[in-house]
């Protein structure tokens, strides 16, 4: 089945015509006054819900998400970083005062968030719908204006945000472009305040060249291989649950899902049972029946997945549907380090499972590698939550759980290194899309004469 629909590529004179209104919006100072943008908050949360079918319908279609992760990884995230960006953005915008120093007697000094202007968002397929209109909130609540583009490899699901921003805000304000490469290039070309991109580290670096350029300021989050350890003092029962749920979500598409497996040599057996009970609770015998159980995005993507099934030893799943682009959950044992499937960033339903009995052999492997966007420990022992966490640098991640960071507004999300520059979510997400202009207020009761050529000792009082 070939899902690669074509979306055809905007025109040049389209993006540059459309850069041009929100640069005019923006310097007619509309977006900036802080009950515009909870108004615009408002309206995006109310668009969103009154879509909510067509989106579950979109994302049915394009990646066979179920109605219920739809709603929980994608809808309802939204609609909780808009309740949580209202409830607290009067706090974010206002000045913060700040210390002055002995030089500086008689002055006082803050600093105040402002909007960067014009954002540019480049979105990739994997949560199409969160992905897109996350950082949106942040650019709106910092009072920028703000061009989306969507993946072009789920096509139904960019043809529904170009129909439900372009015909509910005000296109100088909130604009959809869809388009693949081609457009993004272009709009790579134009003097945007800011660009935030999401995906993969390749395209990374060249969003990152081409913002240099001009020194546009960027925030990429990105994705790479995240570990997994999970040791011998480790509930199983739970971390196969809960690993589980990170690893098949979204068919595994999930730019923090775990990528691979090191798990304690005394707890392997134990922990490929367990796993193998929670996908049948999760999606019965049949996975690959499962109306639940997501599907790959397209045939490129499937036979890159099913070519890892040869690089060991499956231990659990391996069954595949080319009809329905599916892939079971999978366990296998790598052959060694250097098969692609622990090279390449994996990004489905396949999950390499190596043993380990010394911690440091674990802590080497990582730390030799690019820093990982996410990290999951299993342990119930606190000294080697305090190794691994005191000795791996990674973007975020969970102890005992996996995924669950990204779903909470007090942290903030992103990577490190390969994994990404800069981060998003609730205060972070405003953060990120203000720049943050300090300010000294100097008196003019007297003035410090001594830091003039022509200075005196002591103070001139005016
Ligand atoms: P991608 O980098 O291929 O595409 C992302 C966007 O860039 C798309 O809109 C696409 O049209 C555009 N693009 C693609 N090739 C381009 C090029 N040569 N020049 C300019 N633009 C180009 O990523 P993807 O396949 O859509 O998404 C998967 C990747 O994204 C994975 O690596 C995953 O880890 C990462 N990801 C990261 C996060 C995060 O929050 N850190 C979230 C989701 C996905």
Same mark, same amino acid.
């Given at each position: 089945?070939?899902?690669?629909?074509?979306?055809?590529?905007?025109?040049?004179?389209?993006?540059?015509?459309?850069?041009?209104?929100?640069?005019?919006?923006?310097?007619?100072?509309?977006?900036?006054?802080?009950?515009?943008?909870?108004?615009?908050?408002?309206?995006?949360?109310?668009?969103?819900?009154?879509?909510?079918?067509?989106?579950?319908?979109?994302?049915?279609?394009?990646?066979?998400?179920?109605?219920?992760?739809?709603?929980?990884?994608?809808?309802?995230?939204?609609?909780?970083?808009?309740?949580?960006?209202?409830?607290?953005?009067?706090?974010?915008?206002?000045?913060?005062?700040?210390?002055?120093?002995?030089?500086?007697?008689?002055?006082?000094?803050?600093?105040?968030?402002?909007?960067?202007?014009?954002?540019?968002?480049?979105?990739?397929?994997?949560?199409?719908?969160?992905?897109?209109?996350?950082?949106?909130?942040?650019?709106?609540?910092?009072?920028?204006?703000?061009?989306?583009?969507?993946?072009?490899?789920?096509?139904?699901?960019?043809?529904?945000?170009?129909?439900?921003?372009?015909?509910?805000?005000?296109?100088?304000?909130?604009?959809?472009?869809?388009?693949?490469?081609?457009?993004?290039?272009?709009?790579?070309?134009?003097?945007?305040?800011?660009?935030?991109?999401?995906?993969?580290?390749?395209?990374?670096?060249?969003?990152?060249?081409?913002?240099?350029?001009?020194?546009?300021?960027?925030?990429?989050?990105?994705?790479?291989?995240?570990?997994?350890?999970?040791?011998?003092?480790?509930?199983?029962?739970?971390?196969?649950?809960?690993?589980?749920?990170?690893?098949?979500?979204?068919?595994?598409?999930?730019?923090?899902?775990?990528?691979?497996?090191?798990?304690?040599?005394?707890?392997?057996?134990?922990?490929?049972?367990?796993?193998?009970?929670?996908?049948?609770?999760?999606?019965?015998?049949?996975?690959?029946?499962?109306?639940?159980?997501?599907?790959?995005?397209?045939?490129?993507?499937?036979?890159?997945?099913?070519?890892?099934?040869?690089?060991?030893?499956?231990?659990?799943?391996?069954?595949?549907?080319?009809?329905?682009?599916?892939?079971?959950?999978?366990?296998?044992?790598?052959?060694?380090?250097?098969?692609?499937?622990?090279?390449?960033?994996?990004?489905?339903?396949?999950?390499?499972?190596?043993?380990?009995?010394?911690?440091?052999?674990?802590?080497?492997?990582?730390? @030799?590698?690019?820093?990982?966007?996410?990290?999951?420990?299993?342990?119930?022992?606190?000294?080697?939550?305090?190794?691994?966490?005191?000795?791996?640098?990674?973007?975020?991640?969970?102890?005992?759980?996996?995924?669950?960071?990204?779903?909470?507004?007090?942290?903030?999300?992103?990577?490190?290194?390969?994994?990404?520059?800069?981060?998003?979510?609730? @205060?972070?997400?405003?953060?990120?899309?203000?720049?943050?202009?300090?300010?000294?207020?100097?008196?003019?009761?007297?003035?410090?004469?001594?830091?003039?050529?022509?200075?005196?000792?002591?103070?001139?009082?005016?």
């Amino acid at each position: 089945m070939s899902t690669e629909l074509f979306i055809e590529e905007a025109s040049l004179e389209a993006i540059e015509a459309s850069l041009q209104q929100h640069k005019q919006f923006f310097k007619s100072g509309v977006t900036r006054p802080l009950q515009y943008r909870k108004d615009l908050l408002e309206k995006f949360s109310t668009v969103i819900k009154n879509h909510e079918t067509e989106i579950i319908s979109a994302l049915k279609k394009d990646l066979n998400k179920s109605d219920m992760e739809a709603y929980t990884t994608e809808i309802g995230i939204l609609l909780e970083e808009i309740r949580f960006v209202l409830k607290n953005i009067d706090e974010w915008a206002e000045p913060k005062k700040m210390k002055t120093a002995k030089t500086h007697i008689g002055s006082k000094a803050y600093t105040v968030p402002e909007p960067y202007g014009v954002t540019l968002i480049i979105a990739p397929w994997n949560y199409p719908i969160q992905l897109a209109l996350a950082p949106v909130i942040g650019a709106i609540a910092a009072g920028n204006t703000a061009i989306i583009k969507p993946s072009e490899l789920t096509p139904t699901t960019s043809a529904l945000l170009a129909q439900m921003i372009n015909t509910h805000f005000d296109p100088r304000q909130l604009f959809v472009i869809e388009g693949g490469v081609e457009t993004t290039q272009n709009l790579l070309k134009q003097g945007f305040d800011y660009i935030f991109f999401t995906g993969s580290v390749p395209v990374g670096k060249v969003v990152m060249e081409a913002a240099a350029k001009q020194l546009i300021p960027v925030t990429l989050e990105l994705g790479g291989k995240s570990p997994c350890i999970v040791d011998e003092t480790a509930d199983i029962p739970l971390a196969a649950k809960r690993i589980a749920f990170g690893k098949v979500t979204n068919a595994g598409q999930t730019c923090i899902a775990p990528d691979y497996l090191f798990i304690h040599k005394s707890k392997k057996d134990e922990f490929i049972t367990e796993f193998k009970k929670t996908v049948i609770e999760f999606y019965g015998t049949e996975p690959l029946k499962s109306d639940k159980f997501g599907r790959i995005v397209n045939e490129r993507h499937f036979n890159r997945l099913t070519s890892y099934l040869d690089d060991g030893e499956i231990l659990l799943g391996g069954n595949v549907d080319p009809a329905s682009l599916k892939i079971e959950p999978t366990l296998m044992e790598p052959r060694d380090f250097s098969v692609p499937v622990m090279q390449d960033e994996i990004f489905g339903p396949v999950f390499p499972v190596i043993e380990y009995e010394d911690l440091d052999e674990v802590i080497e492997f990582v730390t @030799e590698r690019p820093k990982p966007l996410a990290l999951y420990l299993f342990t119930s022992n606190p000294v080697t939550e305090e190794r691994i966490n005191g000795t791996i640098s990674y973007g975020g991640g969970c102890v005992n759980d996996t995924l669950m960071h990204i779903v909470t507004p007090y942290l903030p999300f992103g990577g490190v290194g390969e994994s990404g520059i800069g981060n998003y979510h609730g @205060e972070s997400s405003f953060s990120t899309f203000s720049h943050y202009k300090s300010i000294l207020k100097q008196t003019t009761k007297f003035d410090m004469s001594f830091r003039y050529p022509s200075g005196r000792f002591g103070l001139q009082i005016i």
